[in-house]
Nanobody, 125 residues
Framework: QVHLVESGGGLVQAGGSLRLSCAAS????????MGWFRQAPEKEREFVAT????????YYADSVKGRFTISRDNVKNTVYLQMGGLKPEDTAVYYC??????????????????WGQGTQVTVSS
């Protein structure tokens, strides 16, 4: 079992930045690939970014590529999502998720085994 807790969400103006954190507890953090997803009102949960268990490889949704950066600290058991150039369409609840370790990139909701409770990000125009 892995317990995930997101933090760092809030209200920011368009063009601004935020850094989300996701702290993990339970089983060895380095044994999991980590992902960030988001869900806007009345929309399905969508993939944002993922990072492999070692941190050696990352993959992004086209909508955030070049603006967001995912990283992890396997000593602090934390994964981060640095968000820049925020747009109103980035407004959503952001979730982190964990999947058993792989050298592949997981982008599907069903591929992840554990989820956090989410943190709200609101971008005003």
């Amino acid at each position: 079992q892995v317990h995930l807790v997101e933090s760092g969400g809030g209200l920011v103006q368009a063009g601004g930045s935020l850094r989300l954190s996701c702290a993990a507890s339970g089983r060895a953090f380095s044994g999991y690939n980590m992902g960030w997803f988001r869900q806007a009102p009345e929309k399905e949960r969508e993939f944002v970014a993922t990072i492999t268990w070692s941190g050696g490889s990352t993959y992004y949704a086209d909508s955030v590529k070049g603006r967001f950066t995912i990283s992890r600290d396997n000593v602090k058991n934390t994964v981060y999502l640095q968000m820049g150039g925020l747009k109103p369409e980035d407004t959503a609840v952001y979730y982190c998720a964990a999947a058993y370790r792989s050298n592949s990139h997981y982008t599907g909701v069903d591929e992840y085994d554990y989820w956090g409770q989410g943190t709200q990000v609101t971008v005003s125009s």
